[in-house]
């Protein structure tokens, strides 16, 4: 069973440009979640999707946004970088939404602002 | 000031020995998970607690979760160096948003 697949693996932007990055879920799976990780923050939520709707969302500004496809891709989208925003993306599916749903992890896309 | 808060952050100890990773909160959680990360990679679900006083077994690991559903801990008897990561607690406590520990970071030298 093929797990959570984000693409691109590595992306270098530069200051102002913007950034869409990808995710496909694990056959089955109709919840999706995106997280930011760096050194300093950790883990922090971004936003979850399931069936095409926006559940609940973390505290970003609004130049973090996303979407999410009947077929349960997602893409999320990062306008006007900023140096800050260097960071592991990284997204998680899961069977169905609810705090108490094991979260499937992929290996993240590393983006680096210059 | 982090929803969940885990200690140590760092941690280095000799293959053999034992050792704790704590996840603390003020807030209620009804349910906490564990997770693991190595590097390059996304974390790995480990364990789900989900009852006040519970305790889950994963051969050399030992979950508890705290009777007032605040807190969990992590126990790792006799560590091996394959347990190097990062070990990362997480949970949603209205049941929407969900946090992530600060993380510790454990290294086991063979």
């Known amino acids: 069973k093929a797990g959570v697949t984000q693409t691109p693996r590595y992306l270098i932007k530069t200051r102002g440009q913007q950034v869409t990055l990808s995710c496909s879920p694990i056959?089955?799976?109709?919840?999706v979640s995106w997280y930011q990780q760096t050194p300093g923050q950790g883990l922090q939520f971004l936003f979850e999707y399931f069936s095409e709707t926006q559940r609940n969302k973390g505290n970003f500004p609004g130049r973090f946004s996303g979407r999410q496809f009947s077929n349960s891709r997602s893409e999320m989208n990062v306008s006007t970088l900023e140096l800050g925003d260097s960071a592991l993306y990284l997204c998680?599916?899961?069977?169905?939404?609810?705090?108490?749903?094991?979260?499937?992890f992929g290996d993240g896309t590393r983006l680096s602002i210059l | 000031t982090q929803l969940l808060e885990q200690s140590p952050q760092f941690l280095s100890i000799q293959e053999g020995e034992n050792l704790t990773v704590y996840c603390n909160s003020s807030?209620?959680?009804?349910?906490l998970q564990w997770y693991r990360q190595e590097p390059g990679e996304g974390p790995v679900l480990l364990v789900t607690v989900v009852t006040g006083g519970e305790v889950k077994k994963l051969k050399r690991l030992t979950f508890q979760f705290g009777d007032a559903r605040k807190d969990s801990s992590l126990h790792i008897t006799a560590a091996q160096p394959g347990d190097t990561g990062l070990y990362l607690c997480?949970?949603?406590?209205?049941?929407?948003?969900?946090?992530f520990g600060t993380g510790t970071s454990l290294t086991v030298i063979p």
């Open positions: 056959s089955g799976h109709r919840s």
């Open positions: 998680a599916s899961s069977l169905a939404a609810g705090s108490n749903q094991p979260q499937h």
């Open positions: 807030s209620v959680f009804s349910s």
């Open positions: 997480a949970g949603a406590p209205t049941g929407n948003q969900f946090y």
